[in-house]
């Protein structure tokens, strides 16, 4: 892969195929009001970085009333996470863009929940860049933002145990 494509991004270690529940806005209802916070209605939902996209898919057709947006700049993984989300029935709107162009986008709404699963540790200093941008100018006022990353060396150890 050329250092053009991957633009920042980690490529040389496959991306594994899972389903992370904390992505899920449901679950944050339980934490925030625990902390004595109000849980937002949640009507847009955007996942950045999906991976493979079993998560979003699940979330958009599992969670009526809440739209989804997301991206992923590795196209095999965006046209997989896709096909799920149209043989779910449901209207996810994903895509093969890199944050900075994602980011950019002028048909996006205002999200209530933004979420970030360990794409923070894979992504330049200039991406993280984009990515703070994008969630000052479109998180909701009182939206959530669910963010989570990986530490390589922590888990370099086991990363040989994730292909079994």
Not at 3 to 15: F, I, K, P, R
Not at 52 to 73: E, N, P, R
Not at 75 to 82: D, S, V, Y
Not at 153 to 161: E, F
Request: proline share 5%.
């Amino acid at each position: 892969m050329s250092s053009e494509w991957s633009a920042g991004y980690v490529t040389d270690v496959n991306y594994t195929s899972g389903y992370y529940p904390e992505l899920s806005p449901i679950r944050c209802r339980l934490p925030l009001l625990t902390a004595g916070h109000h849980a937002p209605k949640i009507e847009n939902a955007c996942e950045l970085g999906f991976g493979q996209g079993l998560s979003v898919a699940i979330h958009a057709a599992a969670q009526s009333g809440v739209k989804w947006w997301g991206t992923d700049f590795n196209p095999a993984q965006a046209a997989h996470a896709t096909e799920m989300a149209r043989l779910s029935g449901s209207d996810a709107k994903l895509y093969d863009e890199a944050f900075s162009e994602f980011c950019s986008r002028v048909d996006l709404p205002d999200f209530d929940f933004i979420g970030l699963h360990g794409i923070w540790t894979w992504i330049s200093d200039e991406n993280r860049s984009v990515l703070v941008d994008f969630i000052r100018r479109k998180l909701r006022p009182g939206g959530v933002l669910y963010i989570s990353y990986n530490t390589y060396p922590g888990w370099s150890s086991a990363a040989p145990l994730r292909h079994l």
